[in-house]
T-cell receptor, first 115, second 116 residues
């Protein structure tokens, strides 16, 4: 059981380049989300999904796209990277069982630098 | 909507001293409350959580937090810290109903530095 995996661990981009951050989970979780972590800002929700084919915006969605074609995968796309997107990105997942608490599990993070 | 305020961005302490990391929240609905820990260059780990019942919750490594509904607080405490407790600590909140209990709102974090 690998849990939540993220690739790559590190990435350096030039302004205007595009790339996809990968996130996968093997726990059959319905809920998946992307956060960005910036110094002094905590974690802020970018996008989330409650199931395959369903996505929604979080607090800071601008500049990012997501899709959810399978339960396991939730890639985050940067279409035209900007220096303001330099950050550490975390993916998280949880089940959505009704009537109780569903723990969120976090991936190890991707450290992205945009020059 | 929910929000979390962590009152201290940095807390330096000496080894074996007590520590308190403060967290206040606001919410229009009943909540679940969490403390996460992030060790240097690692991801987030759940440290402890309040869901219901006893307002005092404990972790396996000696931390405890108390839910105070009247003061809307969930402060984290440890009576004697170790060097290995050096990390960033995040307080988080979610609603506790079926439609909202998966969306976490985080505070900005408190960097705890334990010095020898």
């Amino acid at each position: 059981n690998a849990g939540v995996t993220q690739t790559p661990k590190f990435q350096v981009l030039k302004t205007g380049q595009s790339m996809t951050l990968q996130c996968a989970q093997d726990m059959n979780h319905e809920y998946m989300s992307w956060y960005r972590q910036d110094p002094g800002m905590g974690l802020r929700l970018i996008h989330y999904s409650v199931g395959a084919g369903i996505t929604d915006q979080g607090e800071v969605p601008n500049g990012y796209n997501v899709s959810r074609s399978t339960t396991e995968d939730f890639p985050l796309r940067l279409l035209s990277a900007a220096p303001s997107q330099t950050s550490v990105y975390f993916c998280a997942s949880s089940s959505l069982k009704r009537g109780g608490y569903n723990e969120q599990f976090f991936g190890p993070g991707t450290r992205l630098t945009v020059l | 909507a929910q929000s979390v305020t962590q009152l201290d961005s940095q807390v330096p302490v000496f080894e074996e001293a007590p520590v308190e990391l403060r967290c206040n929240y606001s919410s229009s609905v009943s909540v679940y409350l969490f403390w996460y820990v992030q060790y240097p260059n690692q991801g987030l780990q759940l440290l402890l959580k309040y869901l219901s019942g006893s307002t005092l919750v404990e972790s396996i490594n000696g931390f405890e937090a108390e839910f105070n509904k009247s003061q809307t607080s969930f402060h984290l405490r440890k009576p004697s810290v170790h060097i290995s407790d050096t990390a960033e600590y995040f307080c988080a909140v979610s609603g506790n109903s079926g439609g909202s209990n998966y969306k976490l709102t985080f505070g900005k974090g408190t960097l705890l530095t334990v010095n020898p």
